[in-house]
């Protein structure tokens, strides 16, 4: 089965950190680029980083640059990203896929920014 599992949100203040991690199982992670995407209350779920799977090409929104960081361990079938510095407009439930041929999405991983 083609599954990718978000784990590692939490509720944190602001400018504080978190790694996110995404667990793909019954496909090898090399082939694909995979993406970081959120969804906010009431916002459609946006684009935030994506690595590439040859060189390890990286991808940042503009209200993440500078700030978040994606990585990829093939061998362990998992992507991270360092969430650093975050702030209360990063409030979402975080989601990973491949951007070629999308999996059937998660539930995702909530990510709540508050004092």
């Known amino acids: 089965q083609l599954q990718l599992v978000e784990s590692g949100g939490g509720l944190v203040q602001p400018g504080g950190s978190l790694r996110l991690s995404c667990a793909a199982s019954?496909?090898?992670?090399?082939?694909?680029?995979i993406g970081w995407f959120r969804q906010a209350p009431g916002k459609e779920r946006e684009g935030v980083s994506c690595?590439?799977?040859?060189?390890?090409?990286?991808y940042y929104a503009d209200s993440v640059k500078g700030r978040f960081t994606i990585s990829r361990d093939n061998a362990k079938n998992m992507v991270y990203l360092q969430m650093n510095s975050l702030k209360p407009e990063d409030t979402a439930v975080y989601y990973c896929?491949?951007?070629?041929?999308?999996?059937?999405w998660g539930q995702g991983t909530q990510v709540t920014v508050s004092s």
């Open positions: 896929n491949r951007l070629w041929k999308p999996v059937t």
């Open positions: 690595i590439s799977s040859s060189d390890g090409h990286t």
């Open positions: 019954g496909f090898i992670l090399d082939y694909y680029a």
